[in-house]
């Protein structure tokens, strides 16, 4: 389940998780169920709180917490803003039995969305407050009342003018800070609450539905989140995937063929992984099927004729 390519995986693994300890604490107290399998479940349940904190049952820390062996305590937080923008598990029930965790989930999430969408959204505008005013004179020489020039270190100001020009700086430096801070509200008021609202007042839909094709669905009320998700669903769950490209790889690399180049090596990959999709892709443009590279589905019937012309075949040939 968590191993696939063409459906979303990462929002599985909190209930996968939940429901494998669930079952190995009732094989655990299960009276019916032998000492060998209580046994077992037992030792595997003690692994699974090796990798729980504190209390053994909160499953969100919005820090990343690196346990024995530089595992992940519980999980890492992306795992579950994936899973709370999974419409089918938006409640994320019964995985996570404390409200207070859910709408801590939900806070995170949201942080996340109205980042993503300052850093997309919104171009950022840098004034330079100095331009026009009080720099413009930064190359000027003093005057002294003779009308003499005068070094700036051995002008009476220098010390007053330096400090002057640091709260200036300072000051600056606040004001960048305080529209940065204004700016995220105003994305997130503009942009990100509205559809984070709509988002969280929709129903669940049945959990056979694709996700995918559910925010797709919608992308038009929510384009800002929905773009927001895509990233987060594409997330694979496991690393099987990445396994199997080096499966390939090792096919197509081989020692007889060893001094192919990166480019073309990926680009082999690439064809090899996405052959079937971009062959999709073609026979809906063309509007007819292919069933060899030149040959299409209506011309099979001819092709097997030349075939047999050509080679000189014939039934009594398919007989012997």
Request: glycine residues 2%; hydrophobic residues 35%; negative net charge.
């Amino acid at each position: 389940m968590l191993e696939g390519e063409k459906y979303t995986t990462l929002s599985f693994v909190p209930y996968a998780l939940w429901k494998i300890r669930s079952q190995l604490s009732r094989y655990v107290n299960d009276e019916n169920v032998t000492e060998s399998t209580k046994h077992l479940a037992r030792k595997m349940l003690v692994d699974f709180t090796d990798k729980l904190y504190e209390d053994l049952q909160r499953m969100f820390y919005e820090e990343v917490i690196i346990g024995r062996m530089n595992r992940y305590i519980s999980l890492h937080p992306i795992v579950l803003a994936a899973t709370a923008l999974d419409p089918r598990m938006k409640k994320l029930e019964p995985f996570i039995a404390s409200e207070q965790e859910r709408d801590d989930v939900w806070e995170y999430t949201k942080q996340l969305f109205v980042e993503h969408v300052t850093v997309i959204n919104i171009t950022t505008v840098n004034v330079d407050h100095a331009e026009g005013g009080m720099n413009n004179h930064e190359n000027e020489k003093d005057i002294n009342p003779e009308g003499q020039q005068v070094d700036n270190y051995t002008n009476f100001f220098s010390e007053l003018e330096a400090h002057s020009t640091m709260q200036h700086e300072q000051l600056q430096n606040e004001n960048d800070n305080g529209n940065e801070r204004r700016r995220q509200r105003q994305v997130e008021l503009i942009c990100a609450a509205p559809e984070w609202s709509l988002y969280k007042q929709m129903n669940a839909p049945n959990f056979r539905t694709d996700p995918l094709k559910w925010w797709n669905d919608n992308k038009f009320q929510m384009p800002n989140l929905c773009r927001f998700v895509f990233k987060l669903l594409s997330i694979p769950a496991t690393s099987a995937s990445s396994e199997r490209l080096w499966s390939i790889a090792a096919r197509i690399f081989v020692k007889d063929r060893a001094r192919l180049s990166s480019e073309l090596v990926s680009s082999l990959m690439f064809v090899k992984e996405n052959g079937a999709i971009l062959k999709k892709h073609i026979e809906e443009i063309e509007g007819r099927k292919r069933v060899l590279p030149t040959i299409y589905e209506e011309d099979m019937d001819n092709y097997i004729k030349e075939l047999i012309n050509q080679y000189g075949l014939n039934d009594e040939d398919d007989d012997n």
